[in-house]
């Protein structure tokens, strides 16, 4: 099991977190739109750090969940056996995806790079197409009744206030 999440973590999450910053870094070096590393005597570095943190906290959470509650990985090669509605995903659908977000805004701000904040937007829209046109149809029909219930009551991307308490059987 422990191979199978370090490669869905590495071709996942690390293209978006790590590839694609970095690309977008190279190719933006000596340009106008170029980042530069905020000193630590200034907010962004450490607001910046603040967020990875916080994003990484959530990745690791969220994965462990996976492996731990799904039987699965996050990857959709090696998706969960069992619905995961544990943790955060009591309170948003995508957690995944908002650990990414933070990870992300976390670089922009470290890097002071504008570029690899755009490129967390493009993330998160691409996302918002993928999710309800593919992912979630493909929930539906591995889970059905169970995730339909859970989709009616936990939001895809703003998390609830208080947690959902799925009906015990």
Avoid: C
Wanted: hydrophobic residues 50%; without cysteine.
């Amino acid at each position: 099991m422990a191979w199978r999440m370090i490669k869905a973590v590495l071709i996942l999450p690390g293209t978006a977190v790590v590839i694609v910053p970095g690309i977008i870094y190279l190719l933006t070096a000596g340009t106008g739109f170029a980042g530069w590393v905020s000193p630590p005597d200034q907010w962004p570095f450490w607001a910046g750090l603040a967020v990875l943190g916080t994003g990484l906290l959530f990745a690791l959470w969220t994965a462990t969940l996976f492996v731990a509650i799904g039987r699965g990985t996050p990857a959709p090669w090696d998706p969960p056996k069992k619905l995961v509605v544990r943790g955060p995903y009591r309170y948003v659908r995508n957690p995944m995806i908002t650990s990414v977000l933070f990870l992300l805004a976390g670089e922009a701000l470290v890097w002071q790079s504008w570029p690899i904040g755009w490129w967390a937007m493009v993330f998160f829209a691409a996302n918002s197409i993928y999710f309800p046109l593919s992912e979630e149809k493909g929930l539906e029909h591995r889970f059905g009744d169970d995730y339909l219930a859970y989709k009616a009551n936990v939001p895809r991307w703003f998390p609830r206030l208080t947690p959902w308490n799925p009906p015990l059987d």
